[in-house]
């Protein structure tokens, strides 16, 4: 298991962005060297977690709870041959492109030490946006990309350092609940009586998330316990 590249973007005037500006830093390239991987603060205020990475709208992108975001290349090739087009790394608009990893399978809370010094924590899953449709041009890639159930991870930063291309990748915990990536995915899209049951994930979730699964519970009468 190991990091391909290391992809970083730029603020670029798109006429497809939902910013303001009409800005996105979704275009990203492999960088050639060490990257700096740091905790960038609450979302809101902090935006990507990876030097030299632009997140144009901090409201819904950034913040320490999507400080990167990994995409594993054997999805990337998954989807090449469902769209007939070559797919190159940080096309998905991810920081980390991964190989022999299961990033979908992930737990949320679970942990991978990336090289010497970084380690990351499995914190949410990627919903795909009207930027994200707008940048691959595909008609249909929201319930596309939704229905393939292949949404890419967005991790914390818990402790900081470098990484670069070729860096060894090491589950250090995988937690005992159910909660994957993907199974996150699907609460919150398809399948949302699902919802009650991401709070097994405990203290792994993002508060918004946590909100989310708490308020449904409480309106459908789950019978989840919604006190932990």
Known sequence: MHVISVNLGRATAVEYSDTDGGLTGIAKRPAPGPVRVFAPGPKGIGGSGVEGDDVCSKRHHGGDHQAVYAYA???????????????????????LTTSGLDVNGALLGERWRIGRDVVLEVASARIPCRTFQGHLGEPGWIKRFT????????????????????????????????????????????????????LAAGDAL???????????AEQH???ADVRN
């Open 147 to 198: 229905q393939a159930v292949r949404p890419g991870a967005y991790l914390r930063v818990v402790e900081e350092g470098q990484v670069s291309p070729g860096d060894r990748v090491e589950v250090l915990h995988r937690p005992g609940h159910e909660v994957t990536v993907g199974f996150l995915f699907r609460a919150f899209t398809t399948e949302r009586q699902l919802l009650p049951r991401i």
């Open 221 to 223: 009468g789950s019978g």
């Open 73 to 95: 290349r054997e999805d990337l090739d998954w989807w090449e041959g469902e769209l007939g087009r070559e797919l190159s790394g940080g096309l998905f608009g991810e920081n």
């Open 206 to 216: 993002e508060p918004a998330s946590r909100d989310k699964a708490l308020a449904y």
